[in-house]
């Protein structure tokens, strides 16, 4: 079972820090289309270019570093349809549980990408409390990241496809892994993807998978 920490979602926006509880989200998500988390969500450029375009959505980005997240909350939508928490995501707080109708990791590193090539069971125990049964999970790669930890962009996809697959994720309909090259990635709206178009090795690989119910 799922084991997730902490009662209340710590949140940012902008320089001001304040708390909503499990009670107080779930009154933010309901009437939704769908409720996106976004997990290591760095500057949140991503869920922000959701909320501008999905207000009917609710946003949530969320990181382990209040710094990225403080810039990118100050751009939120007046609308009030997203917000940022600081958590680490091998620890996922319970006020998020059974919430996601989608979850993105978009080219996570450090402690974030070891626990999907390492199988860690805070982290895919934590997946799989916060997303609804049918959830969509896509989960973008890029190959420095993979290198740094030891792996190729092929084997490292098939390694966190495998950990997604045995966590209850199976693929998506027709979705194999897919290959991003610079132009993907530049057409993908996140501050890192951005990057890595720009950089020394863009190739990465997005795995697009479901929650099985
Ligand atoms: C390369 S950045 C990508 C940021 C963003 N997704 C993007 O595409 O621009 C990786 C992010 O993962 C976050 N991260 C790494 N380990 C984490 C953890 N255990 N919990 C939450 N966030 C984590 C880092 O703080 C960083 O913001």
């Known amino acids: ?10 949140c940012v926006r902008g320089k001001d820090a304040f708390t909503i509880d499990a009670a107080g989200i779930a009154a933010l998500a309901r009437g939704r289309a769908g409720v996106l988390l976004d997990i290591g969500t760095g500057d949140g450029r991503y869920p922000l270019q959701v909320a501008r375009t999905r207000p009917d959505w609710l946003v949530i980005g969320l990181d382990a570093c209040r710094e990225g997240l403080r810039e990118g909350s100050r751009r939120a939508p007046r609308g009030g349809n997203a917000i940022f928490v600081i958590a680490n995501a091998l620890a996922l707080p319970p006020a998020l549980a059974g ?8 080219f996570p590193w450090g402690s974030l990408l070891a626990g999907l090539l390492d199988d860690d069971a805070a982290l895919l125990d934590g997946l799989r409390a916060v997303s609804r049964p049918g959830a969509a999970l896509d989960c973008r790669l890029n190959g420095g990241a993979l290198a740094e930890a030891g792996w190729s962009l092929g084997e490292g996809g ?3 496809r495998q950990v997604l697959r045995g966590a209850g994720f199976g693929d998506a309909a027709g979705g194999g892994p897919l290959e991003l090259d610079a132009a993907a990635l530049r057409a993908c709206p996140s501050t890192w993807a951005r990057r890595l178009a720009h950089g020394r090795d863009p190739r ?3 795995l697009h998978a479901v929650r099985q119910g």
């Open 158 to 160: 098939a390694r966190v």
């Open 1 to 10: 079972m799922a084991v997730l920490a902490g009662s209340r979602l710590e």
């Open 204 to 206: 990465a690989v997005c």
């Open 99 to 106: 919430l996601a109708t989608r979850v993105t990791i978009n």
